[in-house]
C-alpha cells in the first residue's frame, strides 16, 4: 500500500485545513486508516483512526478534527477547524490490518508526512 498525504500549511489559530491521504495498492475498504503527528523533540501521537463503521480521536482534537473516508476514490480526509499553536506538527497518515489503532507500531504503511504549522 502507498500513501500519499497532502494540506498542509501555515495557518493562524483559529483557522482551519483540510489534510488529504491517498492510498494505491491492497484493499483500501479493508484497512484502518490512521492519522499521527509528531513534533520537534516530542514522540509520535496518535491523532484519529477510521475503519468502515467506527471513528476515533485522540482528546486533544475530539469536537475539532473530523476523519472521513471516500471507499471510491481510495482517499481519507481530516478536516482540521478551530486549530491551535499545539497541534503544530508534522502529519503522517498510515495504514493498517490491525485492531490496534492507537499504536504508531501496528500501522505498516505511511505516508510522507505533511507539515502542519499554526501561528499564534
Known amino acids: 500500500v502507498q500513501l500519499q498525504a497532502s494540506g498542509g500549511g501555515l495557518v493562524q489559530a483559529g483557522g482551519s485545513l483540510r489534510l488529504s491521504c491517498a492510498a494505491s495498492?491492497?484493499?483500501?475498504?479493508?484497512?484502518?486508516m490512521g492519522w499521527f503527528r509528531q513534533a520537534p523533540g516530542k514522540e509520535r501521537e496518535f491523532v484519529s483512526a477510521?475503519?468502515?463503521?467506527?471513528?476515533w480521536y485522540s482528546d486533544s482534537v475530539k469536537g475539532r478534527f473530523t476523519f472521513s473516508r471516500d471507499n471510491a476514490k481510495n482517499t481519507v480526509y481530516l478536516q482540521m477547524d478551530n486549530l491551535k499553536p499545539e497541534d503544530t506538527a508534522v502529519y503522517y497518515c498510515?495504514?493498517?490490518?490491525?485492531?490496534?489503532?492507537?499504536?504508531?507500531?501496528?500501522?505498516?504503511?505511511w505516508g510522507q508526512g505533511t507539515q502542519v504549522t499554526v501561528s499564534s
Open positions: 498510515a495504514a493498517s490490518q490491525d485492531s490496534s489503532v492507537y499504536t504508531a507500531s501496528r500501522y505498516p504503511y
Open positions: 495498492g491492497g484493499n483500501f475498504r479493508t484497512y484502518v
Open positions: 477510521i475503519n468502515w463503521r467506527t471513528t
